[in-house]
């Protein structure tokens, strides 16, 4: 019993900071996107938005699996360590040497010259970044997140003060490259620096057989993951404008500083908190349960929220120029919602060690999402056409990984769609509220936010108490527990 509340403790401490690392960095990335935004314009964002895909894969392939193949193990040697280090680095050079050489094609093909020495530049960031992978999984094993957190809010104040010193200097795009490789720069020092680890001078390859082997086959899930996710960029920045790509991506970005932050703060604290549950089916189903209803109490207001109040929200913080990113944001706030249902039922399957699996979802879901995106282009449904589809393929993605995750620990889709249905559809009644409020009311754009955010709260809140929502009720007493800490300490 000491070694389970030993766990809770950390799990709820490590979740803690973790959550507290994502709402102040994604508070300070939210103020640095808006002053960004009005001092730069769409097509910057749409330059850049061209070469993420590239940087993504290659990312990819320097971790190749290996990280999550480290945090599930029991035991972890310095020699594992310093094996897994070697392998990053030396992969880090021959990607980036493979985008440099390539960046002439890149800019080829996108028809914009530009892109050749941002490529280059950018690439860096590979190099950069093999040099925290270890030092990250080291404090994530440890289920140190306050180490992370500290670290990451560091390194996003100083980047994002570097970015828009640059963007003021007119810099336009290099602005948003200073900002990315600055954010890992300081990262990844700064890991370094607070572990003080020094890799061995030693390569196992027992060990790296053992991790290649766990870690290959979510290498190739996360290559066409990746090549999956970014073919939109590639498609938008090869058929549309500058502009419509920076719209999209901008999108994605502000969506992401909650949709896929707050999936990240919980995937990677459930993972290793689950990897040590693997034994026990019990308590690993009623663990998950307990994350996915928590996910879905949180995640569905601030989705579908967003969307409902896009156009005085893009007005009010981005500015006129921005003002036609509304139907792009509104659709991908929408295909968020299951954002991190997604994400958490893989961890099960790489909990359970069925990187097989994982693959083989990820082969799937981009089949079905190709041919979609092919009746797109040959029924030249446009841009919008493109959104809509990737809501149903995002929707499609939950029920197929849930339908497999459910297999081996007894929580199927549907127990997980009849027990996201209460946060669903109060964060439903709550959208269309207020949505129907900027229809009807003709107030400037602020008073109409704020009026907006207040009701939608208010709603959410009495829906909840009125639909019995048992997470209500959780976050409230956990809110209450910080707060006393907070007030003691005083």
């Known amino acids: 019993m000491k070694e389970i509340d030993l766990l809770k403790n950390k799990t709820i401490s490590a979740l ?3 959550l507290g690392g994502l709402f102040t960095r994604g508070g300070l990335e939210f103020i640095f996107g808006i002053i960004l935004a009005r001092l730069l314009l769409p097509k910057d964002y749409g330059l850049l938005g061209m ?13 190749s699996g290996m990280t999550a193949a480290l945090i599930r193990e029991k035991e972890v040697s310095n020699e594992d360590y310093s094996t897994v280090f ?5 992969v880090s050079l021959l990607t980036y040497y493979l985008l440099f050489v390539s960046a002439g094609a890149i800019s080829t093909f996108f028809r914009e010259p530009k892109l050749v020495l941002i490529v280059r530049v950018a690439g860096l960031n590979l190099i950069i970044g093999a040099f925290g992978l270890i030092q990250r999984t080291i404090l994530v094993r440890n289920l140190d997140f306050k180490t992370q957190t500290i670290v990451e809010v560091i390194a996003s104040v100083l980047s994002g003060v570097l970015a828009i010193f640059a963007a003021l200097h007119n810099y336009g795009v290099w602005a948003l490259v200073v900002k990315l490789l600055s954010m890992q720069f300081f990262t990844s020092l700064l890991f370094m620096l607070h572990n003080k680890w020094i890799p061995l001078l030693a390569f196992n390859m027992i060990s790296f057989k053992r991790f290649f082997g766990f870690g290959c086959k979510l290498l190739l899930t996360g290559i ?10 590639i498609i938008i920045g090869k058929s549309y404008s500058q502009a419509q790509l920076g719209y999209y991506t901008k999108s994605v970005q502000f969506r992401d500083l909650a949709a896929n932050s707050l999936t990240l703060s919980v995937e990677k604290v459930s993972y290793p908190v689950l990897s040590k549950l693997q034994a026990d089916g019990n308590r690993l189903k009623s663990g998950f349960s307990k994350i996915i209803n928590m996910s879905s109490f949180v995640n569905f207001p601030i989705m579908i929220g967003m969307a409902s109040t896009a156009r005085p929200l893009i007005s009010v913080l981005f500015g006129p120029n921005w003002i036609e990113m509304v139907p792009y944001f509104q659709l991908l706030c929408l295909s968020g919602t299951t954002f991190p249902h ?4 893989l961890n099960i399957l790489k909990v359970k060690g069925r990187s097989d ?23 030249d449904l446009g841009i ?3 959104l809509w589809i990737v809501f149903l393929n995002t929707q499609f993605a939950f029920f197929v990984n ?10 199927s889709t549907k127990e997980q769609v009849i027990d996201m249905i209460p946060a669903l559809l109060a964060s439903t009644i709550m959208g269309i509220v207020v949505y129907v409020m900027d229809l009807y009311l003709s107030i400037l754009d602020i008073p109409m936010l704020i009026l907006q955010t207040l009701t939608g709260a208010i709603i959410y809140v009495v829906l909840s108490k009125a639909f019995k929502i048992k997470e209500f009720d959780l976050m409230f007493s956990f809110l209450k527990s910080i707060l006393l800490k907070i007030y003691n300490k005083k």
């Open 342 to 345: 997604r994400a958490l039922n």
């Open 16 to 18: 803690i900071y973790s």
């Open 224 to 233: 066409l993951a990746t090549i999956y996710q970014n073919v939109y960029n």
């Open 357 to 379: 699996i994982f693959l083989g979802l990820d082969i799937l879901k981009m089949v079905v999402g190709l041919v979609s995106i092919y009746f797109v282009i040959l029924f």
């Open 86 to 90: 070697y392998y990053n680095l030396l």
């Open 51 to 63: 070469i993420m895909i590239f940087i993504a894969i290659s990312q990819i392939f320097i971790d």
């Open 402 to 411: 849930s339908y497999y995750s459910g297999r081996f620990i007894g929580y």
């Open 384 to 386: 919008f056409g493109l």
